[in-house]
C-alpha cells in the first residue's frame, strides 16, 4: 500500500475526538471527512517559554444597545434552535442546538491548510467559507429540520492568524493560521529595539509569531502589496460572518487574541501599534462590537449556498478558546478551564488583566468583566493523534470494524496498564519542545507493551499541561483556582479525564456536549435574539456537569513524583539537542474542542 493510501486509510479510520456512543451513528461520516492534524513548526514551543521570563461602535446592521431583538416567530410559535459554526485548525463543525443547549445535530467538513515554505501556515479562505456551507448545507438536508426554526447563527474560529479582503470583498491574499511562524526574524528586531516590550506590556500579553500584529508587521516589511490590496483585516470567525452577512466587525475576544487591543481599556492600542509601525494597519481593523450583539442578517446569496433562510440574525460571536469556556462553564475567578487539543490551553478568571505571569493570550471575557488569561503550548493531544495516525492504523480499522474509535481502544489499553509498574515516559514535543528538542519516548524496556506506551503518552500529555498550569498559577497575580473544568478529546475519556484531575491536584468536572466551540457561540446567538438575556444566564440554563472527578491521593503522589522525572528528562535532553537560533519560536491556535 503506498504511504498516500495509507494515509487515506488513516484519516478514515482515526477521528479527532473521542466518539462516544450516541455519536457513533455519524462516525462513518465524521471519519470521512476527518483531516491530518494541522502541521506546527518545531519551534513553536519556544517563543512561549521565552515570554514566561519576561515580565469602536456598533456599525451599521447593529441592533439596540443592548445588541438584542425579539426572536423570530414563525408559524404561530417562537424559533428556538440555534446553529453554531466553528472553524477550527483541520475542521469546520457545524452544530445545531435547542435552547436547552443540547445538540440536535452536527456535521463537519476538512479545513486544510497549506504550507508554501517552512514555517508558513495558510489557508484558502472561500474553500473554508465554502465548506461550511455546504456543512450548513448537509445538517439541513440530513436532519430535516426547517431552517425557519433557527433563531439564530453564529460563527466562531481559531484566535489570532489573519483573513485579508480588499474593497470589493475579495480575499486579498491566502489566509494565515495561528501557528504560522513566519514573524519570528521581525519579533527578534522588535526584541532588540524595545518594539516588543513597549507593545507586550500595551496589550497586557506576550508577543509570539502566530499573532495577527507580528503578522501586519511582516506583511508591511516584506509583502508591502498586500498591504496597499487589503481593506480590511479579520479574524477567522469575522471572516465566515463576512460571507454570512457582508458585515465587518469583531468582537473584543478575538481582538484581544489578535494582540492589538489594549485589553485593560476594550479599545485598540492605537499609540502602541504607530509605536510599532503598524499605523498604516490601524484605519484596516474591523469595528469591535459585543459578541452577543447581531451583527447582520443572512444574505439572499448565502442563503442560497447554506439553505438558511434569508434574514436570519447572525450574532457576532467569541473566538473558540472563549467560546469553549462558556460551555465548559468557565465563570468563577476561583476556577481553572483546561482545553486539550492541538494544544495545552490553560486559562484563568480575573477581575484585572493579570500580569504576573504575562500570558500568552489575554482578552476581556463576555461574563461579568472578567479577563480570561491564557496559556497555551504546542503540547497536547495532537500527539496522541499523530500516533494514531501514522503507527497504529490496523488498529484504528479494526476499531471501525467494531463500531468504535480508537481512541476509545487507547483509553481501554491505559487503564489496563494503569497500576502496573512501568518506567516508560513520553515528552509530547512532537510539534516543538524546549531549545528545538522534538517528541521523544523514553524508558522502555522488552517487556514493555503497547497499553505501556500509550499510557506513557496519555501521563506525557497531561504533565505538559500540568508544567503549563504551574506557570499560570505560579505569579502575584495569579487566579487560586479550587476547581477545574476540562474539555477537548481528553475529556470524552473517563480515564484520561481521572488522569487530568490526579496530576492537577484539584476536583475536575466535564460539561455536556462534545461540540463546545460551537455550543460557546450558539450560546450568544441566544443573547442576541432574546432567547437568553445574558451569557451568565446562557450557561446556567444551558450547560450542566455531566461528569466529576476527584483526585485520587495514591495516584496523585505518583504523578508528582513522574511530574519531577519529566521536568529532569526534558531538560537533560534538551541539552542533547542543537538549540535553535534566537529568537525560539512558538505559536499559538485555538482548540478544536
Not at 283 to 292: D, F, N, S, V, Y
Not at 321 to 348: K, M, P, Y
Not at 416 to 441: H, N
Request: overall charge neutral.
Amino acid at each position: 500500500m503506498s504511504l498516500q493510501d495509507r494515509t487515506q486509510r488513516a484519516q478514515k479510520c482515526c477521528d479527532a475526538s473521542y466518539i462516544t456512543a450516541p455519536q457513533r451513528k455519524k462516525r462513518e461520516f465524521a471519519a470521512e471527512n476527518t483531516c491530518l492534524t494541522e502541521r506546527i513548526e518545531p519551534g513553536l514551543f519556544q517563543l512561549i517559554m521565552t515570554t514566561r521570563g519576561r515580565s469602536r461602535q456598533e456599525g451599521p446592521a447593529s441592533q439596540a444597545a443592548s445588541g438584542t431583538c425579539p426572536a423570530p416567530v414563525t408559524g404561530g410559535f417562537m424559533s428556538e434552535l440555534l446553529l453554531g459554526i466553528d472553524a477550527g485548525g483541520t475542521m469546520v463543525k457545524v452544530t445545531l442546538f435547542d435552547a436547552a443547549g443540547e445538540e440536535v445535530a452536527c456535521e463537519h467538513r476538512p479545513n486544510r491548510m497549506s504550507f508554501p515554505h517552512p514555517g508558513w501556515t495558510e489557508r484558502d479562505p472561500d474553500a473554508m467559507w465554502r465548506g461550511a456551507a455546504e456543512a450548513v448545507k448537509a445538517l439541513l438536508g440530513r436532519s430535516g429540520i426547517d431552517p425557519a426554526k433557527i433563531a439564530a447563527v453564529t460563527p466562531s474560529g481559531y484566535g489570532a492568524g489573519l483573513f485579508l479582503v480588499d474593497g470589493t470583498g475579495a480575499v486579498a491574499r491566502p489566509g494565515l493560521g495561528s501557528t504560522d511562524s513566519r514573524a519570528l526574524g521581525l519579533i527578534e528586531d522588535w526584541r532588540r529595539s524595545g518594539v516588543a516590550p513597549a507593545l507586550s506590556d500595551a496589550i497586557q500579553q506576550a508577543i509570539w509569531p502566530g499573532q495577527t500584529s507580528a503578522l501586519l508587521g511582516w506583511f508591511q516589511r516584506h509583502e508591502p502589496e498586500t498591504l496597499a490590496r487589503t481593506a480590511h483585516v479579520l479574524p477567522c470567525k469575522d471572516f465566515l460572518r463576512f460571507r454570512l452577512t457582508g458585515d465587518i466587525s469583531t468582537d473584543p475576544t478575538d481582538a484581544g487574541c489578535a494582540g492589538t487591543l489594549d485589553v485593560a481599556r476594550g479599545a485598540y492600542a492605537v499609540d502602541a501599534l504607530r509605536e510599532a509601525g503598524l499605523g498604516a494597519w490601524i484605519p484596516r481593523l474591523p469595528e469591535i462590537g459585543p459578541a452577543t450583539g447581531i451583527a447582520g442578517r443572512v444574505t439572499a446569496e448565502a442563503a442560497a449556498l447554506t439553505g438558511l433562510l434569508a434574514g436570519t440574525p447572525v450574532a457576532r460571536g467569541v473566538y473558540d478558546v472563549v467560546g469553549c469556556s462558556l460551555a465548559s462553564g468557565l465563570r468563577h475567578t476561583d476556577e481553572l478551564g483546561v482545553v486539550a487539543g492541538t494544544f495545552s490551553i490553560n486559562s484563568t478568571l480575573h477581575r484585572t488583566p493579570c500580569l504576573d505571569p504575562r500570558p500568552t493570550l489575554q482578552c476581556p471575557y463576555p461574563v461579568d468583566g472578567l479577563y480570561l488569561a491564557t496559556i497555551a503550548t504546542p503540547t497536547s493531544a495532537s500527539n496522541l493523534e499523530w500516533l494514531c495516525k501514522t503507527m497504529l492504523q490496523a488498529e484504528a480499522e479494526r476499531a471501525l470494524a467494531a463500531g468504535r474509535s480508537i481512541y476509545e481502544v487507547c483509553s481501554d489499553l491505559v487503564e489496563q496498564a494503569l497500576d502496573r509498574e512501568s518506567g516508560a515516559m513520553f515528552l509530547p514535543y512532537l510539534f516543538g519542545g524546549p531549545d528545538g528538542m522534538p517528541g521523544a519516548l523514553v524508558g522502555l524496556t522488552a517487556g514493555a507493551s503497547l497499553a505501556d506506551v500509550l499510557r506513557a503518552v496519555f501521563e506525557g500529555i497531561t504533565l505538559a499541561h500540568r508544567t503549563d498550569i504551574d506557570f499560570l498559577l505560579g505569579g502575584a497575580r495569579s487566579a487560586r483556582p479550587t476547581r477545574a473544568l476540562l474539555a477537548g478529546g481528553p475529556s470524552k475519556s473517563n480515564v484520561w479525564s481521572q488522569m487530568f484531575a490526579d496530576a492537577i491536584g484539584l476536583p475536575m468536572t466535564v460539561a455536556n456536549g462534545s461540540e463546545f466551540g460551537a455550543k460557546g457561540a450558539a450560546m450568544c446567538g441566544a443573547v442576541a435574539v432574546g432567547l437568553q438575556p445574558d451569557l451568565g444566564t446562557a450557561m446556567t440554563a444551558m450547560t450542566r456537569v455531566a461528569r466529576s472527578y476527584r483526585p485520587d491521593a495514591r495516584r496523585s503522589e505518583r504523578l508528582a513524583r513522574q511530574h519531577d522525572r519529566y521536568l529532569t528528562m526534558s531538560r537533560r535532553l534538551a541539552g542533547g539537542w542543537a538549540p535553535v537560533p534566537e529568537p525560539a519560536a512558538a505559536s499559538f491556535a485555538g482548540a478544536p474542542a
